[in-house]
């Protein structure tokens, strides 16, 4: 990178840290106000920085326009799908990908198992809201208001015994998910069928989907499968890294 270049892009970790006037930029920079000038004229120029009438400089709208275009146009399932694979490969298990659109919690993808038992699921599908690790892990993720209004509306179909009965317990549940940063489903839906999630975050640290490993008890037994847990949240967040360009707060 040439050095000027590496300059001018020195400027916007410090104008995101608040507006700064000419000599403060020189100063951080260790260049003459001229250089830092001319670096900051040109970026004003592009709308990366703006000059306000205190003629301190601060970050243009543009560079925030251009951010925002940029995660509209990541695909987290293109960039999901090979570390799935991978975990795919490494386990034998099921490995889904879902995300909350519009009320439900929908698979946007599905990495099958290499045994003979396949899972009813499919892409495109909603999922069990009140019991599935996925799910609860991309409500947990919603503040508190939201996730008791979530609540309040839903129903709680006992598919098994070890379902969530009702608001109160789906609640605590989501609580404990939010504050340890994984979930389960241990029979919840099937009697026969385990899961372990875990979340993946974008730049601003909110969950924007999750993924999770299922194995029925006939391959795997629950506890056989939550040694796995540490395999899949390091998945997680080699995605998160990946989708977000920062390290995950685990």
Not at 59 to 84: K, M, S
Not at 165 to 191: C, I, M, S
Request: glycine share 6%.
């Amino acid at each position: 990178m040439s050095q000027t270049v590496d300059r001018a892009l020195s400027i916007l970790p410090l104008l995101a840290q608040g507006p700064a006037d000419l000599g403060q930029v020189a100063d951080r920079l260790g260049v003459h106000k001229s250089t830092a000038l001319r670096l900051l004229r040109t970026l004003h120029e592009h709308g990366l920085v703006y000059r306000q009438q205190d003629q301190r400089y601060r970050l243009g709208a543009r560079l925030f326009a251009l951010a925002q275009e940029a995660v509209e146009n990541l695909d987290i399932r293109e960039i999901a799908h090979p570390h799935l694979m991978a975990l795919n490969e490494r386990t034998g298990h099921t490995v889904h990908l879902a995300v909350h659109e519009e009320g439900e919690v929908l698979y946007i993808d599905k990495v099958e198992s290499r045994y003979p038992v396949r899972m009813y699921s499919r892409i495109g599908k909603p999922v069990a809201i009140t019991v599935a690790a996925v799910a609860k892990l991309l409500l947990a993720d919603f503040p508190e208001p939201e996730r008791r209004a979530i609540a309040a509306r839903l129903d709680y179909p006992m598919y098994t015994p070890r379902s969530i009965p009702n608001a109160a317990a789906f609640l605590k549940e989501l609580a404990t998910v939010r504050e340890q940063g994984w979930a389960t489903d241990l029979g919840g839906h099937e009697e026969s069928i385990n899961c372990i999630g875990a979340p993946i975050r974008g730049a601003d640290g909110r969950v924007v989907a999750a993924m999770s490993v299922s194995a029925p008890n006939v391959v795997v037994t629950a506890e056989e499968l939550l040694t796995l847990l540490p395999l899949v949240r390091r998945t997680a967040d080699a995605i998160t890294r990946e989708y977000s360009g920062t390290a995950p707060n685990s």
